[in-house]
């Protein structure tokens, strides 16, 4: 008999959940492929979504998003949209960038990196033209109210309509109706940190603005950090003539994403404020695009602010029949560079406990497969969410210590990793001298 597995949101985890595991069903030979239902609030063709997925996002090999598309067959159709982009981490002043420090990461194979950006919304598209493609059902429209778990298992709309399902994957991100209506209780923690942004046209740029792309910026993407400390500007390469920036800062409160919107509301006015005044500690055309989230601009498109918030990751239910994914179980704030990358792997992983190989004609138990998934990935998701709170603290630090130590780590690692003629002689020496005072030490180790 076929099984009913229900997906909650049809965000880049669930879409991807959905094909990775009729896809893995399909390999393994199941007698009965199972039956995957895709449940969305939003209409297919809702604007909002398109206006709400505008931003890019990389897709990392660190983390293995790039394996997790590769899994389900949609890296070629993915790989059409994107583009390739090397991370970095800057320091500047009021007058220049004067630091800057390309990350050549590397993976524990040894191999560097691979950063691909993509608009959230074309890789929506890859990622849902998949899942028709292998078979999921949608129900677009279709808001999550509460879910029953008893004897038989069901998700209830706010329609009042119901589905009964053997499982239930909440992949409704980090504000997940699953999560809500099981866990009322349950809260995000607040990180005190905003984000506030948008994509920036140069074309249409005022007159007083460079309109040429910084050559740092060129084919990048990362963080600027003024010596003054508070802030951090998180600035992306979109593509021809457009770029994201994203300003970073501690605040005492969550405001709403829309607050900018809002001509005469005091937090508005008080946020504006506070934009101008960190504008001044970054150099053109950084805190020309800072003041632009401050005005109607044609060169900005409509500000967003982000408050950012997390969680650690969220187990399965007691009976393992409701399972969670994706910014539903662990939410991140952007500083994390991961949000998409760990919704990826969740869905692959996820399915591959539930569908672990060809010898299985028929699905595992799906209690012990969802316990399974947990204890695989809890860690690791653990570990990001962990870095991402230490990151903050670095970016935004104010106090005389914390800011000392972060401005002379960006210079001493900038000075390893791209040094200048003088810096080449200064470290060469230091090396030396430190290689004099070892193997002085070892010789005299051996004499006595």
């Known amino acids: 008999m076929s099984q009913t597995i229900v997906v909650c949101g049809a965000g880049i985890a669930g879409l991807t959940f959905a094909s990775a595991a009729l896809l893995r069903a399909k390999e393994a030979g199941l007698d009965h492929i199972p039956r995957v239902v895709v449940l969305e609030k939003w ?13 890019s996002l990389s897709v990392r090999s660190d983390i293995d998003g790039i394996s997790a598309l590769k899994a389900i067959g949609v890296f070629t159709d993915f790989e059409s949209y994107a583009t390739e982009s090397h991370s970095f981490f800057a320091q500047c002043n009021a007058a220049a960038v004067d630091v800057k420090v390309d990350l050549a990461r590397r993976t524990g194979s040894g191999k560097a990196t691979k950063w691909l950006r993509v ?15 292998h078979g999921a059902e949608f129900r677009f429209g279709w808001e999550v109210a509460n879910v029953v778990i008893g004897a038989k298992l069901a998700v209830i709309g706010t329609s009042g309509e119901s589905i009964e399902c053997d499982l239930i994957v909440a992949a409704d991100g980090h504000r997940s109706a699953v999560r809500r209506a099981l866990c009322p209780s349950e809260q995000l923690h607040w990180l005190k940190t905003l984000l506030v942004g948008s994509t920036i046209t140069l074309a249409q740029l005022p007159e007083y603005v460079d309109r040429s792309m910084p050559e740092y910026v060129c084919g990048h993407h990362g963080f600027v950090l003024p010596e003054a400390g508070g802030s951090s500007l998180f600035v992306a390469d979109e593509g021809p003539g457009k770029l994201v920036v994203g300003i970073g800062f501690s605040a005492e409160a969550p405001v709403s994403r ?14 504006r404020r506070r934009l101008t005044e960190m504008a001044a500690a970054y150099p053109a055309p950084l805190c020309d695009y800072i003041r632009l989230l401050c005005v109607e601009s044609a060169a900005a498109s409509r500000p967003f602010v982000v408050s950012c918030q997390d969680k650690l990751p969220h187990g399965p239910t007691a009976d393992g029949r409701v399972v969670f994914i994706g910014d539903a179980s662990h939410a991140v704030s952007p500083f994390s560079g991961a949000g998409a990358n760990m919704a990826l792997c969740d869905a692959v992983e996820l399915a591959a406990c539930l569908f672990p190989s060809e010898r299985h004609r028929q699905i595992v138990d799906v209690p012990q497969a969802t316990r399974c998934f947990f204890a695989i990935t809890a860690a690791a998701r653990t570990a990001v969410i962990t870095r991402q709170r230490r990151v903050i603290h670095f970016f935004h ?9 972060r401005n002379t780590l960006l210079t001493v690692v900038g000075a390893l990793l791209h040094p200048t003629g003088t810096q080449k002689v200064i470290i060469g020496g230091t090396v030396a001298a430190v290689l004099g005072m070892v193997s002085l030490a070892v010789i005299r180790a051996f004499v006595r």
């Open 43 to 55: 209409q297919v063709d809702d604007p909002e979504r398109q206006t709400s997925y505008s931003h």
């Open 119 to 133: 608009q959230r919304f074309h890789l929506w598209s890859v990622l849902y033209a998949a899942a028709k493609r």
């Open 258 to 271: 829309d607050v900018l919107q809002r001509a005469d509301d005091a937090v508005a006015v008080a946020l």
């Open 397 to 405: 630090a104010r106090d005389g210590a914390s800011l000392f130590l």
